[in-house]
């Protein structure tokens, strides 16, 4: 995945998690008008209107263009997540969202109601910042009752939600403590109740578990969204990890160099990746495209002759050279010779516990992995074995090479 500054916030907007701004330390720091969840009319989602549209929005700091003219709609309910690499312009996006960066051009909607100029404060977002931004002099319950208390909210109604939303992280008993006596893991939850005990139209989080360990994070992955669609409130996150990504999304949204690449469901993105860069680093076949018919193609794979999708190839005449992306967990291992497979042998294998990620060489000379279940290749095949392997027939796509 490529790389550039599309994600800068300029130094005023940077904070440190040990001296939150206040503003942004609980981001929706509205009106009185709204403390309470009987929103006004005006307020609430207008029917049929997305929880979020951004229409033509684009942004840039100075010379570098962060986020290219930009249409994008965030179904109310939806779980929708940003992905891409650094610099890509997710953040930028998300902030743009917040309210925290002006738009250069565009219109951002909100529930259906024009945010565009809107400062942060008054678009009843809820926000969960990578660092948690909790304020170290305050127990976790003034931390997570402090939008309310900005917003006018009476003592006993606060004290209620904030012991109502503990109780949704799973954080009873820790009322009284400061944010140094908890784990990261609880510290986080902190964050997210106070994101949520605002009632939120719109739930943000940037990157919120990647300074958690890999068990912790994937924990609170699980708890996120199951609190989400207990709620039913709209959230737009962002991350660089793909498997987060799958596992959280109802749609993903993947994104480099400052534009959107594709938006799709998880299964959609995963088995048909629109172009190179969002099919990422998987097996890379070197094959020749034989016929074009319809929506499907025909390549061939040395001897083997598979159907992928045809609509990256429309342009390329018979004959030509592609390459067919193929994940590890789709190529099999054969006894070698066996027909129907490419000719391969073992470079190295590598132990992962559940499976085994068989590294080959092809006659070719392209090197691929795939992965094996259990531990049997440990023992049947050594580095230096020749193997056949194995390509399936389907779940195969093919773009022109670079």
Same mark, same amino acid.
């Given at each position: 995945m490529?790389?550039?500054?599309a994600?800068?916030i300029?130094?005023?907007?940077?904070?440190?998690?040990?001296?939150?701004?206040?503003d942004?330390a609980?981001?929706?720091?509205?009106?009185?008008d709204?403390?309470?969840?009987?929103?006004?009319?005006?307020?609430?989602?207008?029917?049929?209107?997305a929880?979020?549209?951004?229409?033509?929005v684009?942004?840039r700091?100075?010379t570098?263009?962060?986020?290219?003219?930009?249409?994008?709609?965030?179904?109310?309910?939806?779980?929708?997540?940003?992905?891409?690499?650094?610099?890509?312009?997710?953040?930028?996006?998300?902030?743009?969202?917040?309210?925290?960066?002006?738009?250069?051009?565009?219109?951002?909607?909100i529930?259906?109601?024009q945010?565009?100029?809107?400062?942060?404060?008054?678009?009843q977002?809820?926000?969960?910042?990578?660092?948690?931004?909790?304020f170290?002099?305050?127990?976790?319950?003034r931390n997570?009752?402090?939008?309310?208390?900005?917003?006018?909210v009476?003592?006993?109604?606060i004290?209620?939600?904030?012991?109502?939303?503990?109780?949704?992280?799973?954080?009873?008993?820790?009322?009284d403590?400061?944010?140094?006596?908890?784990?990261?893991?609880?510290?986080?939850?902190?964050?997210l109740?106070r994101?949520?005990?605002?009632?939120?139209?719109?739930?943000?989080?940037?990157?919120?578990?990647?300074?958690?360990?890999?068990?912790?994070?994937g924990?609170?992955?699980?708890e996120?969204?199951?609190?989400q669609?207990?709620?039913g409130?709209?959230t737009v996150?962002?991350?660089?990890d793909?498997?987060?990504?799958?596992s959280?999304?109802?749609?993903?949204?993947?994104?480099?160099?400052?534009?959107?690449r594709?938006?799709?469901?998880?299964?959609?993105?995963?088995?048909?990746?629109q172009d190179?860069?969002?099919?990422?680093?998987?097996n890379?076949l070197?094959?020749?495209?034989?016929?074009?018919?319809?929506?499907?193609?025909?390549v061939a794979?040395?001897?083997?002759?598979?159907?992928?999708?045809?609509? $990256? /190839?429309?342009?390329?005449p +018979? &004959?030509?050279?592609?390459?067919?992306? #193929?994940?590890?967990?789709? @190529?099999g291992?054969? =006894?070698?010779?066996?027909?129907?497979?490419l000719?391969?042998r073992?470079?190295?294998?590598?132990?992962?516990?559940s499976?085994?990620d068989?590294?080959?060489?092809?006659?070719?000379?392209?090197?691929?992995?795939v992965?094996?279940?259990?531990?049997? $290749? /440990?023992?049947?095949?050594? +580095? &230096?074995?020749?193997?056949?392997?194995a #390509?399936?027939?389907?779940? @195969?796509?093919a773009? =022109?090479?670079?």
């Amino acid at each position: 995945m490529s790389s550039r500054a599309a994600d800068v916030i300029p130094a005023a907007d940077r904070r440190s998690p040990d001296r939150p701004t206040p503003d942004l330390a609980t981001q929706d720091l509205a009106t009185p008008d709204l403390a309470t969840s009987d929103l006004p009319a005006a307020r609430t989602a207008r029917r049929g209107a997305a929880a979020v549209l951004l229409d033509g929005v684009l942004k840039r700091f100075g010379t570098v263009t962060a986020l290219e003219e930009t249409r994008l709609r965030v179904e109310q309910g939806e779980f929708l997540t940003l992905l891409g690499p650094s610099g890509c312009g997710k953040t930028t996006l998300l902030n743009l969202m917040a309210g925290f960066l002006e738009a250069d051009a565009g219109e951002i909607l909100i529930g259906g109601e024009q945010v565009t100029a809107t400062p942060p404060y008054e678009r009843q977002i809820g926000i969960v910042f990578q660092n948690y931004a909790l304020f170290p002099h305050m127990s976790v319950a003034r931390n997570v009752g402090y939008g309310l208390r900005m917003r006018g909210v009476p003592k006993r109604e606060i004290a209620a939600r904030v012991e109502e939303t503990l109780a949704l992280v799973k954080l009873q008993g820790f009322a009284d403590r400061s944010p140094r006596q908890l784990s990261g893991g609880q510290q986080q939850r902190v964050a997210l109740a106070r994101a949520l005990v605002i009632r939120p139209r719109v739930l943000l989080l940037d990157e919120p578990f990647s300074a958690l360990d890999k068990n912790l994070r994937g924990a609170m992955q699980v708890e996120l969204k199951e609190i989400q669609r207990r709620l039913g409130v709209t959230t737009v996150f962002v991350t660089h990890d793909q498997g987060e990504a799958l596992s959280l999304s109802d749609r993903i949204v993947v994104m480099s160099a400052g534009r959107i690449r594709q938006v799709g469901t998880p299964d959609e993105v995963y088995r048909h990746p629109q172009d190179r860069f969002v099919a990422g680093d998987v097996n890379t076949l070197p094959a020749r495209l034989e016929t074009l018919s319809g929506v499907r193609a025909t390549v061939a794979l040395g001897d083997l002759r598979r159907e992928v999708e045809a609509a $990256a /190839l429309r342009d390329r005449p +018979p &004959g030509s050279p592609v390459d067919v992306f #193929v994940r590890p967990d789709h @190529l099999g291992v054969r =006894p070698a010779g066996e027909g129907g497979t490419l000719p391969a042998r073992v470079a190295a294998l590598v132990y992962q516990g559940s499976h085994i990620d068989l590294h080959a060489d092809l006659a070719t000379g392209e090197r691929v992995v795939v992965r094996v279940p259990g531990q049997g $290749a /440990l023992a049947t095949h050594a +580095p &230096g074995t020749a193997i056949g392997l194995a #390509v399936p027939q389907g779940g @195969l796509v093919a773009f =022109p090479p670079e």
